[in-house]
């Protein structure tokens, strides 16, 4: 399988599968997606605290290196620190090495950098009343405990999500231990070059979320201007040519661009078409620029249920280059 080379020196598989239920399936059926992916030749799953499944996906892993599928060795696990844990990193860690049987994790993340949260299945409209907005103190707080988590060895690399350039800057300007990664939404309908780009520079690897355009998505990250990339007219012809399906495109693609992808399905003929998309014949220079051109700036993880009074979606994303306050 095809991986990519962190600055840690790990290697991360280019492919991953998504465990973010998107509150459709439940914790079991994404469990038996884990053990199923695994069986089926994945070796790298994206976990989080919040989806609220790390336990049932941690007995799925139980399962597959005892009867021999894959050692922990040859999985890549990562998980996420949920918002409201930013002061309690170390025992959101423990609690999900806990609930996923495991001692090390391959790569933790921060999962936003607001410490702002919601309930599970809430709206669009559901406001955390103690939502605020970037305080860098308060991240680096949360950084350096993230940090002395690779010191001690339970996490072997460190990265962010949902990060900015400036706020990254920023990151980078006051941490001992550098992000490996930043997780980030990309597909041909948001491929944020410049960010991607940029972090490509800095050596910081960008793992692709929603690389499909989410068609699942919550109710709540639903808005009448979002745009779907696997129904492109440039996609959909690259894949009948191709005789793949519109997903296989996207994916190839994201990985191509030099990304990693995470695409999430529970479905096996779905799940093996993904992974299977991004071996074989990559796309031609002529397919990357038609896909470059198709770029929508259209984000469909917007956030609006982090935002603080007074705030619109965009205040979180500092499109401007200037973190919103
Ligand atoms: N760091 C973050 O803040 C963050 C945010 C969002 C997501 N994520 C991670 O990224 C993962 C993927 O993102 P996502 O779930 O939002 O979006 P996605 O992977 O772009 O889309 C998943 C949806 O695409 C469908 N699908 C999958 N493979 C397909 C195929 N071959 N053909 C047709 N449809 C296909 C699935 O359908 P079925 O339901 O029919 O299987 C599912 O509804 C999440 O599960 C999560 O692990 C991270």
């Known amino acids: 399988m095809k991986g990519k080379l962190l600055n840690t020196g790990a290697v991360i598989p280019a492919i991953g599968l998504g465990t973010f239920g998107s509150d459709n399936y439940d914790n079991e059926t994404i469990a038996a997606a884990v053990h199923t992916a695994v069986e089926m030749g994945y070796r790298h799953i994206d976990c989080a605290s919040v989806y609220g499944n790390e336990r049932e996906i941690g007995r799925a892993l139980a399962e597959v290196i005892a009867e021999g599928t894959a050692t922990r060795g040859e999985l890549w696990i990562t998980s996420k ?99 490996a990664t930043n997780e980030m939404e990309l597909h041909p309908h948001f491929q944020q070059p410049a960010l991607f780009d940029w972090l490509v520079a800095e050596g910081i690897q960008p793992i692709g979320f929603s690389p499909l355009g989410s068609p699942g998505r919550p109710e709540r990250d639903r808005t009448p201007e979002d745009t779907s990339p696997m129904e492109d007219p440039v996609i959909e012809e690259i894949a009948r040519r191709r005789g793949v399906h519109p997903a296989a495109v996207c994916l190839k693609w994201g990985v191509q661009r030099g990304g990693v992808v995470i695409p999430f399905s529970v479905k096996p003929g779905k799940m093996l078409s993904n992974l299977n998309a991004v071996e074989g014949d990559p796309l031609t220079a002529a397919e990357m620029e038609a896909i470059g051109g198709i770029d929508r700036g259209c984000r469909l993880v917007k956030g609006q249920v982090f935002t603080w009074p007074g705030a619109t979606w965009e205040d979180l994303w500092d499109e401007d280059g200037t973190i919103r306050q």
């Open 81 to 179: 620190v949920w918002n409201d844990c930013h002061d309690d990193v170390e025992g959101s860690c423990r609690r999900t090495l806990d609930d996923l049987g495991l001692d090390y994790l391959d790569l933790y993340l921060v999962h936003w950098p607001f410490p702002n949260h919601h309930a599970k299945g809430v709206t669009v409209d559901s406001r955390d009343p103690h939502a605020v907005p970037y305080i860098h103190e308060n991240y680096m707080h949360t950084w350096r405990a993230i940090e002395r988590l690779a010191d001690e060895g339970l996490v072997r690399n460190i990265g962010t999500s949902n990060m900015t350039r400036p706020k990254m800057e920023l990151l980078l300007r006051d941490c001992r231990v550098r992000p």
